[in-house]
């Protein structure tokens, strides 16, 4: 498949959302199953050269993630999502904190409330994301910790992945 580098990401902050756009040259359902299946996110979900490992998924309404990120040098970042909302091929959301290794909530970190949309138009998937934080500071602090380079990152990783 050709590249395809349709991405927008933007922050509203009288609302404290950061907002993505993505669109990926491949079928709604393989790309929906890329967002909702632990052994296919763990592919593309950290930015190299940090890699995603599942400890636990239950894509279910009320179920969760749970995952790290574990760095080239042993570093390791824990998290957790909720899964609320699930409207199959078409959108779900969750509540993502920040754990530590026994699931324990980091509450110096932002809670971020995810809200993905997936749209098929011809042979291309839109994927629409919304972070919705408490506040402002909320949305500066996930963005000093280099949120839109990684996510950016992690994104392109998925893109090359569908085109395998």
Request: charged content about 30%; glycine content about 6%.
């Amino acid at each position: 498949m050709e590249s395809n580098n349709s991405n927008t990401f933007n922050i509203d902050k009288e609302n404290n959302i950061i907002g993505v756009e993505k669109t990926f040259l491949a079928p709604l359902e393989v790309v929906w199953d890329a967002w909702t299946k632990s052994e296919i996110l763990d592919q593309w979900w950290a930015p190299r050269p940090w890699k995603a490992v599942t400890k636990d998924m239950s894509f279910t309404e009320g179920g969760q993630w749970v995952y790290c990120m574990e760095g080239p040098e042993g570093e390791s970042t824990w998290g957790k999502a909720v899964f609320n909302n699930i409207r199959i091929y078409d959108s779900f959301d969750a509540v993502d904190v920040f754990i530590d290794e026994g699931e324990i909530e980091n509450h110096e970190l932002p809670t971020l409330l995810w809200k993905i949309s997936f749209k098929e138009s011809y042979d291309k998937t839109i994927v629409t994301i919304k972070l919705k934080l408490d506040s402002y500071a909320d949305v500066d602090k996930i963005m000093e910790m280099g949120f839109k380079e990684g996510f950016e990152a992690a994104l392109g990783n998925l893109e090359e992945l569908l085109k395998q």
